[in-house]
């Protein structure tokens, strides 16, 4: 069973902390990904991943970068956290793509607020 | 420019009939279709898939149907059942490769089963 674990399930913090999220997989797989779900909007890809050093911006990465040192890590980083960054944050992770291979497999979330 | 899109926000169904769930999409070049299921406080799980070159797929109470020229597909559930209740996203991918697996996500709809 594939198991994505996520460091908290809820955060809150202050306008302008710098905020890390962590994100590991235990199943090897080479790609991860980072979105944030809004009410109405869905899941937005934030960044995503599909090798150790590798990275590349989804479809709202303003605000945010990422870092994967190690394949089974994948962090996503607030460097001055705001109110509208103010989201459930998942990850995800799945083998490298192609077909019925491009299944993800989801963390729990992390609600995070910020005031 | 939202390329997977699923107009309807919630649906409530009795218990017994059927839940139909509808997705669009506005890109050709996607060439896999996915719908995944969300609990409150979980992350989404995939539920079931489908190829562009097929038109139908089931996986026992559910059967996802692909209508490419309209760009539509949508997932059945029959009979539904209470614990069916949940948020249900739309998922689409392009040709594999160069994708990584990147997924488009739709917005969701809440599908509400009354006993």
């Known amino acids: 069973d594939v198991k994505v674990t996520q460091s908290s399930r809820y955060l809150v913090k202050r306008t302008g902390e710098k905020v890390f999220l962590e994100c590991v997989q235990d199943?090897?797989?080479?790609?991860m990904f980072w979105y944030r779900q809004d009410p109405g909007l869905g899941l937005r890809l934030i960044y995503f991943s599909y090798d150790v050093k590798m990275k590349e911006k989804g479809d709202i990465p303003e605000g945010y970068s990422v870092s994967r040192e190690k394949k089974e890590r994948f962090s996503l980083i607030l460097e001055s956290a705001s109110t509208n960054q103010t989201s459930m944050y998942l990850c995800?992770?799945?083998?490298?793509?192609?077909?019925?291979?491009?299944?993800?497999?989801f963390g729990p979330g992390t609600r995070l607020t910020v005031l | 420019d939202q390329q997977v899109k699923q107009n309807s926000p919630s649906l409530s169904v009795q218990e017994g009939r059927i839940s139909i769930l509808n997705c669009d999409y506005t890109n050709s070049m996607f060439d896999y279709f996915l719908w995944y299921k969300k609990y409150p406080a979980e992350g989404p799980t995939f539920l079931i898939s489908i190829s562009s070159i097929k038109d139908k797929n089931e996986d026992g109470r559910f059967t996802v149907f692909l209508n490419k020229s309209a760009k539509h597909l949508s997932l059945h559930i029959v009979p539904s059942q209470p614990g069916d209740s949940a948020v249900y996203f739309c998922?689409?991918?392009?040709?594999?490769?160069?994708?990584?697996?990147?997924?488009?996500f739709g917005q969701g709809t809440i599908l509400t089963v009354h006993p």
């Open positions: 995800a992770s799945s083998p490298l793509a192609g077909g019925p291979t491009d299944t993800q497999y």
């Open positions: 998922a689409a991918s392009g040709a594999g490769g160069t994708s990584y697996g990147k997924l488009t």
């Open positions: 199943m090897d797989h080479e790609n």
